[in-house]
């Protein structure tokens, strides 16, 4: 088989619905061809937590009742506290290995240029820095967690 050949069969897969073609010619060589799986992440839990959190600001401002309006109280005391936000799509991984502590905890003093977490996108692994100073207070994501652009990770007071 010549190559001008079997660039046609691979037009050929590529606009068929077909996965795989095996072919043997009359001399006895096979040509096999595979379309590679078109991955989809689907993270319909990271998709919903951006919208909780622009939906708290908007209910704040509206005092209704008395067991409500503590809730508001705090609400708005989290209002307070800066958040460490996500740069890109990825996986968040709190240690730089599974076998080393994590870059920050609750509790701990952070600066502008301190690595707080690692982002991997696309099998690179990208330090991210809390670019503000304060307190971590909260973690908001799991270590191996997929996070969107602009997702909250830590809160910092």
Known sequence: MNFKEIKELIEILDQSNLTEINIEDNKGSVVNLKKEKETEIITPQVAQQPAQQISQPQAAPQPQSTTQSGEETQESASDNYETINAPMVGTFYKSPSPEEDAYVQVGDKVSNDT????????????????????????????????????QPLFKVK
């Open 115 to 150: 690595t707080v977490c690692i982002l991997e996108a696309m099998k690179l692994f990208n330090e991210i820095q809390a670019e503000t100073s304060g307190e971590i207070v909260e973690i908001l994501v799991e270590d191996g967690q997929m996070v969107e652009y602009g």
